[in-house]
């Protein structure tokens, strides 16, 4: 984000799983300072997870805007870059997601997803099943030898 992200651009920013932005970065979920709740396309349930229940209550209660520094404190955004920057590192970033472990990276993603609505004792138990999912692949069979040989691992999504 590079500039001003409000009301339903705010939530699709909200609903991305990594934010970048520079220092001209301004987020609002205006829907109150139009007479609407807050509780708008999913924010009541994602905002408070991502910046504290406090945090998104101010926010969404006066659609007050969350300047770039306030959103990399609280963890709305991963990272602040120069504006100049942004779109290298955000390809860098993409890059390197890319060209890691895709398989991992989809089981990770489903495990974000469905361990919102889980106990501690359940998440752990969907991990470990998880985790033995992601053993039996050969993208764990080529980054384990790598590991071991001291190599980078080359990833193939399987």
Known sequence: MDGVCTGAGAILAMASDLRLGTERAKTAFLFTRVGLA????????????????????????????????EGERWGFFNQLHASAELMAAARDLAHKLAHGPNFGHAITKAQLNTEWAMSLDAAIESEAQAQAICMKSADFERAYKAFAEKKTPIFEGN
């Open 38 to 69: 807050g509780c708008d396309m999913g924010a009541c349930a994602m905002l408070p997870r991502i910046i504290g229940q406090g945090r998104a209550s101010e926010l969404l209660f006066t659609g007050r805007v969350m300047t770039a520094e």
